[in-house]
């Protein structure tokens, strides 16, 4: 198979990363990567699936990262997974003969161990540069999930379902595999029942996800729905406002640099120095243009203000306003070379269970355990924009009787992939958002 025909493949059946911000895979499809590699760091803390699926599905990816592998003359496959993930690291190791040219690379427990940039040097010992892609270092990262997909849009299934760790103020967490589109109010069902009396329930991860409302639909890149209370200390922390936290900022950093010294990027060589932010705003300082435009090679991690800071501050916070700030107006990071890596990198990984005790999470880890049969669903909001680039565009029209696995939306122009119904039944109303669709 050549690169153009898997590209079409992964495109039409609507193939994007399987969490993060679900860029297109065929997009990261070039004859310039000499290293693959399989992403199964589980990055953020609590979720469960891609261990669990590569467990349950160990053959099936091995056979697609074989194939990606072949298609791209790629001379180096690398597994990176966990060490503590023992069974399926087993599962692996029980077929990996089958597969030529495929190691595995086992990692520290460490957060963020998944980060693409930090992943790609622990694998190959290689620095992405800031500001620059992992191509130009001849590398490209699929995740676990990401490659199942793969494995079933080369056997003609296109993406209608999603896998998603339920876990937190739960009575029976779980992972279940969902139609996309579902609502998360409908999906939360399958952990039983919801243990507070007010929760909120955050999307995609503790360190790096967001609020959403049970009315808000899964989509390809939902990885994790956790249900906390209210007035939990990580709920409080995520809501502070800009200007509160500056105002603290002012008053308590002391410049330990600790949220410097642990930076992940920072230690890789990258230009971003949390501590030297927070002095320039704190003391109004607009003149040091660097401080502000170094926040854009911060990955938001969110390690400095979650775990680092002993006075509670929020710089990843204020960093990513003023990132946002600076992308709105037209400012992008412009790559530049790294520094050499810090020769106590190693003594400053942040260990996954510290910092679930840190964020007060410890609790909520417990199994979760796989339930790969899809949860059926009554009606589904397909979001047309569920990836980087433009959204699909509908081919279908209101009143159209559909089946699971149609394609309801084409890829548009550029960078976009297609559609498809995630249950079979009637397309009920379709705009500029979503495609909703009822069953019959």
């Known amino acids: 198979m050549d690169i153009e025909t ?80 023992a069974e399926t690291v087993d ?23 998944g980060d693409e940039v930090v992943l790609i040097y622990e694998t190959t010992g290689r620095v992405v540069r800031p500001g620059g892609i992992p ?12 490659m199942y997909n793969t494995y079933r849009a080369l056997n003609d299934h296109p993406v209608t379902s999603k896998l998603v760790t339920i876990v937190g103020e739960v009575s029976d967490p779980v992972t279940v595999r969902v139609p996309v589109g579902m609502s998360i109010g409908d999906a939360l069902k399958s952990a039983g029942r919801v243990t507070v009396d007010d929760p909120v329930y955050l ?42 936290a500056k105002a603290r900022a002012a008053s308590a950093c002391c410049q330990c640099m600790t949220c410097t010294d642990l930076c992940p990027r920072h230690n890789l060589g990258h230009p971003i120095e949390p501590h030297l932010f927070m002095r320039a705003v704190a003391n ?12 854009m090679y911060c990955s938001s991690c969110g390690l400095c203000e979650n ?30 070379e790294p520094k050499p890596v810090n020769e106590a990198r190693e003594y400053r990984k942040v260990p996954t269970k510290r910092l679930l005790a840190r964020l007060g999470l410890s609790e909520y880890d417990k199994e979760a355990r796989l339930n790969d049969a899809i949860v059926p669903a009554n009606r589904v909001s397909i979001g047309l924009s ?53 069953k019959e």
């Open 6 to 85: 898997l590209s079409k493949i992964l495109r039409e059946n609507g193939v994007v990363g399987a969490g993060g911000a679900g860029f297109p895979t065929y997009g990261k499809l070039s004859d310039k990567a000499d290293t693959i590699i399989l992403n199964c760091a589980e990055c953020e803390p609590l979720l469960k699936l891609h261990r669990q699926l590569l467990l349950l599905k160990c053959r099936e990816i091995l056979k697609a990262f074989s194939i990606v592998k072949e298609t791209l003359n790629a001379k180096n496959a690398i597994i990176g997974i966990k060490a503590e993930y």
């Open 91 to 113: 599962a692996i190791e029980a077929i990996l003969p089958e597969f030529k040219g495929i190691t595995v690379k086992k990692l520290k427990s460490s957060y963020p161990a």
């Open 135 to 146: 191509i130009e270092q001849g590398v490209a990262v699929f995740n676990v999930e990401t």
């Open 203 to 244: 999307i995609g991860g503790p360190m790096m996800g967001s609020f959403k409302s049970s009315a808000d639909p899964v989509t390809k890149t939902t990885n994790a729905i956790i249900v906390l209370p209210r007035d939990h200390k990580l709920v409080q922390r995520k809501k502070t406002d800009f200007k509160i």
């Open 284 to 295: 109004g300082d607009a003149g040091n243009t660097e401080a502000f435009l170094n926040t």
């Open 307 to 336: 775990f680092s800071c002993p006075q509670g501050l929020n710089p990843r916070s204020m960093m990513a306003e003023v990132k946002s700030e600076l992308r709105k107006n037209g400012i992008k990071p412009v790559p530049k």
């Open 386 to 438: 569920q990836h980087i680039g433009a959204p699909a565009v509908p081919c279908v029209k209101v009143g159209d009787l559909v089946k699971e696995g149609d394609c309801i939306a084409t890829p548009a122009s550029g960078l976009s992939v297609g559609i498809h119904a995630s249950i079979s039944g009637r397309v009920l109303e379709i705009n500029e958002r979503f495609v909703i669709i009822e």
